[in-house]
């Protein structure tokens, strides 16, 4: 069957990268962090402020100067306007120091999964992809750093891979995208410019690394099996912050939709709430708020705020309210899929009210990259992109929760196993102590006798 696709994606200009007033107040969530300043402490900017608690998380560094406060597992920073020293350039000498600063400046991916960096980009690989496709509808984020910072990204590379000595170096762009390519055409210099695939979602890790490579990754292989790296131009972006020694604490964030009295590209500091950004740039016709790109996105819960993974936000005048109705299982969907999974089977495996959410119920729930592309066509208005989320995060703290009674379940059997050992060589001793006292009776016995 030959693959249907979500239409070519048009690139135009984004932009300048603006910035909008500071928020009241920002909330940090400290999620596998502890806070290290005392509650009520004045903050300068990009202090550290939480350290990790985990391999996997990163230092939470402070957006702005102001006072800080604990509020559960949140930090609540008010700030005050007041100008901060400007930062000292790191230099750092060889792979481990540069992978050390990327950590300590807490540089995660900021295409949307907010992976540690210092964690993909480690020497000895085969391939760094830098991922200049964004192929999101809607969002320009990435376009608008590329055109604002062509320069410092490209000189930022060209130390990065000096620092880390990949095989080979790719930046890639969408064939389509004429602006990136002309951008860096003439400043690419050693590193190869290559063109992704022009359909949807060509941006994905997945496809990237089939298109540049020619061989496609196994279902749940990930590139760095392959010895593969795929950072993305706001990523690139912090890389050369940190080289600046400045720590990630902001992000571009494009802000549009029916509602939005500016659209555009704005740099916003972390933890600013969305509501915020609502009452900025859309007032009081906004009713509704979406995050994300308008395929992989979801409406905006209460209290959201700003993070690594927020590429846009929509501000809508009407909440989004076609109405779903059963699966007709018309097929529309499965053609669109990038990863040639069947949606209609993976909304029947969904967990069940239950909690049945075994994986035998759930074939190619980790296979599915939640582009959106079956919600687009899918006549009945499912919202398959949210339920297969929401799925998946059901089915991964299942297997949390699993590997932890397992975990605990070993700790028992060691417990008792060293417990009944321990009984053991108790109750050795003991017949040890007897065999020696019955065998001095026995002897006094006999001495008894010949008297």
Not at 69 to 80: E, F, I, M, S, Y
Not at 98 to 106: C, K, V
Not at 114 to 139: Q, S, W, Y
Not at 179 to 188: C, E, I, N, V
């Amino acid at each position: 069957m030959t693959r249907a696709t979500i239409p070519a994606k048009a690139y135009t200009d984004p932009g300048p990268v603006r910035a909008i007033p500071d928020a009241d107040t920002l909330n940090l969530p400290l999620a596998g962090r502890f806070a290290c300043v005392a509650d009520g402490a004045w903050v300068d900017a990009d202090e550290t402020v939480a350290l990790p608690t985990r391999p996997d998380a990163l230092p939470l560094h402070a957006p702005l100067a102001g006072a800080v406060h604990l509020a559960g597992d949140v930090l609540v920073l008010t700030p005050t306007g007041a100008e901060s020293s400007p930062p000292a350039p790191a230099r750092p000498a060889d792979t481990i120091e540069f992978l050390a600063l990327l950590r300590d400046m807490g540089v995660a991916g900021l295409g949307g999964a907010g992976f540690p960096t210092h964690l993909k980009l480690r020497p000895g690989l085969d391939m760094l992809i830098v991922n200049a496709v964004e192929c999101e509808p809607g969002v320009s984020a990435d376009q608008a750093v590329l055109e604002s910072r062509t320069d410092e990204l490209i000189a930022a590379l060209d130390r990065l891979v000096d620092l880390i000595g990949p095989a080979e170096t790719v930046i890639a762009v969408d064939g389509h995208n004429v602006r990136a390519k002309d951008l860096l055409a003439s400043r690419a210099g050693a590193f190869r410019l290559a063109d992704a695939p022009a359909a949807y979602p060509a941006g994905s890790e997945r496809q990237l690394v089939a298109a540049l490579t020619g061989n496609p990754l196994a279902p749940g292989e990930r590139p760095a099996a392959r010895r593969i790296a795929l950072i993305n131009l706001s990523t690139l972006a912090a890389i050369a912050d940190a080289f600046d020694g400045r720590p990630m604490s902001h992000r571009v964030v494009t802000v549009h939709g029916d509602a939005c009295s500016d659209p555009g590209n704005f740099r916003i500091a972390f933890g600013t709430p969305i509501a915020h950004i609502a009452n900025v740039l859309g007032g009081d016709d906004v009713t509704a708020i979406r995050t994300g790109g308008s395929l992989t996105g979801s409406l905006a819960a209460p209290g959201a705020v700003v993070g690594p993974g927020t590429l846009a936000v929509e501000l809508l005048r009407h909440t989004p309210a076609r109405e779903a109705v059963p699966c007709i299982r018309c097929g529309v969907c499965a053609p669109v899929c990038p990863e040639q999974l069947n949606p209609q089977r993976l909304l029947e495996s969904l967990p069940s009210p239950n909690g049945d959410t075994t994986d035998s119920r759930n074939p190619g729930l980790d296979a599915c990259l939640l582009c959106g592309a079956c919600t687009a066509v899918c006549p009945s208005a499912i919202p398959l992109n949210d339920l297969f989320r929401a799925g998946r995060a059901a089915l991964r703290a299942e297997r949390a929760a699993n590997a932890a009674a397992d975990r605990a379940r070993e700790r028992f059997e060691r417990h008792a196993a060293r417990d009944r050992a321990r009984a053991a060589r108790r109750a050795e001793r003991l017949r040890s102590r007897r065999q020696k006292a019955d065998a001095k009776a026995l002897i006094a016995a006999a001495k008894g006798r010949r008297t």
